[in-house]
């Protein structure tokens, strides 16, 4: 089958299973949003599926071969990351720091080619960050360095994009202006998968959603399948307001009661 398939995914840390049974797709061209409490599992589903931590059971198949198989460079040119938070320590420049997302198509201490230079510069000027490129990333706010992160991980070209809440820390207009992009990544081709958390974002940009509960898939599919008030009552124990307006759909959390 081709797409990114994960298969009955188990992770134990320090004695403790995180995940445990978890099974859903990302195929070519699709946003799969990733939602559900604190806790769920949802970034430990993420970390297993790019090898960070280790399965304690199930597969992760790229187009049917298991990813492990695939060598390190092999499997990050393949499928591409944006962590959630990106603490950034090196006093690097913005254009340095997307330039690192290249390294996968490098070998040690070769240049820069022409092809490189023009993912790193559509990259930032997608996420509208081209205009910070010779600035230091230790000195941006937090909005400007998670664009600078969501375009070094968009630099590398890969197949698969994975993103841990990557809206988390920006203002409004720059939260539609990612969540633009990642559709824009899937029209291309790019299958996407994204740990969000703002309900109404997931239902009117994800083509399909993954409801964690407790560790485990309390649902999948779309979001009428999976934003049913039972499933939400039972995840995040509250009922939801739902509503249209100028043709998009809605839904906020209120006290259960």
Not at 91 to 120: C, F, K, S, Y
Not at 138 to 148: F, K, M, Q
Not at 184 to 194: C, D, N, S, Y
Request: charged share 25%.
């Amino acid at each position: 089958m081709i797409g990114l398939e994960i298969n009955n995914l188990g992770v134990v840390l320090s004695g403790r299973e995180i995940v445990r049974g978890a099974s859903f797709t990302v195929k070519p061209g699709e946003i799969v949003g990733l939602i559900g409490p604190n806790g769920a599992g949802k970034s430990t589903v993420i970390k297993a599926i790019l090898g960070l931590v280790e399965k304690a059971s199930g597969d992760v198949l790229l187009s049917g071969v298991g990813t492990d198989e695939f060598e390190a460079k092999e499997r990050a040119r393949k499928i591409s990351y944006v962590p959630q938070g990106a603490p950034i320590h090196w006093p690097l420049t913005a254009e340095r720091t997307v330039a690192l997302g290249r390294t996968p198509h490098l070998n040690p201490w070769q240049d820069m080619r022409d092809e490189d230079q023009t993912a790193i510069r559509k990259a930032m000027k997608q996420t509208d960050c081209w205009h910070l490129k010779d600035r230091l990333v230790t000195n941006l706010s937090g909005g400007e360095r998670a664009r600078v992160m969501l375009a070094r991980t968009m630099a590398v070209g890969a197949e698969y994009m994975l993103a841990d809440e990557p809206t988390a820390s920006l203002d409004p207009f720059h939260q539609l202006q990612v969540m633009d992009i990642m559709k824009a990544q899937a029209k291309a081709g790019v299958g996407v998968l994204i740990v969000m958390h703002d309900l109404s974002l997931a239902l009117q940009t994800c083509d399909k959603l993954v409801l964690m509960h407790d560790g485990a898939v309390l649902a999948k599919g779309t979001a009428a399948e999976v934003l049913t008030d039972e499933n939400l009552k039972t995840a995040f124990g509250v009922a939801v307001t739902r509503w249209s307006e100028n043709g998009l759909e809605y839904i906020a959390p209120r006290a259960a009661g």
